[in-house]
């Protein structure tokens, strides 16, 4: 899977979004300097959200309009106030977009309708984003599809079943490059609620997809873990300072930790490496520090060979221990020296 001039996949560092999302907190320039960090902290990607109040829902109070969940970052809004407050101008896209490509930064974004396809497209986004909460819009997926641009999609408050659809709903519109995101949501999630081993499991079940984390955990280490099942694409919301506040403040990487995730994550990946059974070149001269029979007493031809007189010690360059308890109590052939590695 390739996005702009970057490969996705097993042979690759995991590529690493940051996400920006509501933590601009309404101003241009905060944006701005969200890229400039995003890009100093070594992400590959930056990803916004495109959409109005307007195109999500209405301005209506009551039921399910309102945020009532006393463990909600946001309880005591309704959907419009928190959309109105959280969403990007339209207007931004392009000079964010601008300023992440002349870091050398991919950008994207999550369209939340058809008319935010409509307005990416003209942006000449390279990729999509399908959040959690779009995942089962096919109208929207079938839109995004059409583009035959990559999409990554994420899992959140999906069904297996629903998610499966979906990913076929793409397939058939025209997307050939998909990633699948295994995504807990939850603002804040809890690395007990990721439950990563889903991630080998979703490899199994979309094999000619990608598969990836969108992370709202605190830390990197949740993250670190899914590049060691196999996670390819990495996705974390970022601030520049948690305690300036915002919609997505609370569970936002800042800039040193999203440098950090980088580095970590693509140290993850190294570790991986292939399926060793042997001794690897560099390990060649390691060789000398295992343990092997050697002479620690001057032995006479006829001698016998005794505990006294041959050890199993380091270094290496003599018979191997397997042979010792062979060896003692049968006769030398010839003379050996003390200090020198045991051979017959």
């Known amino acids: 899977m390739k996005i702009g001039n970057y ?17 601009h907190n309404g101003e241009l320039s ?32 009551g039921g399910l309009f309102d945020i009532t969940n006393e463990d909600s970052l946001w309880k005591g809004k309704n959907l419009y106030d928190l959309y109105q407050e959280a969403h990007t101008p339209w207007e931004w896209h392009e000079p964010i977009f601008r300023r992440a490509k002349q870091l050398g930064m991919i950008a994207f974004s999550s369209p939340f309708d058809e008319t935010a396809v409509d307005f990416l497209e003209d942006l000449d986004v390279p990729a999509y984003k399908i959040a959690s909460f779009e995942s089962a819009h096919h109208p929207l997926l079938r839109k995004v599809a059409a583009t035959g641009k990559p999409v990554i999609i994420s899992s959140g408050a999906s069904r ?22 295994k995504c807990t949501s939850t603002y804040p999630a809890t690395p007990a609620t990721t439950n990563l081993r889903t991630i080998p499991v979703f490899q199994s079940i979309f094999p000619d997809c990608q598969i990836g984390l969108s992370d709202h955990t605190m830390g ?28 997505d403040s609370a569970f936002s990487m800042e800039p040193q930790e999203l440098k950090a995730l980088v580095t970590e994550t693509e140290r993850a990946w190294q570790g991986l490496g292939v399926v060793q059974l042997d001794t690897q070149k560099s390990e060649e001269k390691s060789r000398q520090f295992k343990r092997s029979i ?41 003379a050996y020296q003390r200090g020198t590695p045991f051979h017959r």
Do not use: W
């Open 220 to 247: 990197l280490g949740v993250s670190v873990a899914a590049v060691a099942l196999g996670a390819t694409v990495i996705e974390k919301h970022f601030t520049l300072r948690r305690a300036d506040g915002g919609v």
């Open 30 to 61: 905060r944006a701005l300097d969200l890229v400039d960090a995003a890009a100093a902290a070594g992400a590959h990607a930056l990803k916004l959200q495109t959409y109005t109040a307007d195109t999500l829902t209405i301005d209506a109070r």
């Open 7 to 23: 490969t996705i996949g097993p042979d690759s560092p995991p590529f690493i979004i940051a996400e920006m999302s509501g933590n």
């Open 160 to 181: 297996l079943d629903d998610l499966y659809e979906s990913i076929q709903v793409l397939k058939c519109g025209g997307a050939q490059e998909i990633c699948v995101l």
């Open 294 to 334: 050697y002479v620690v007493a001057d032995i006479a031809a006829g001698d016998i060979f005794t505990d006294q007189n041959l050890r199993v010690i380091r270094p290496g360059d003599g018979m191997a221990p397997k042979f010792y308890e062979k060896i003692i109590g049968t006769r030398a052939a010839r």
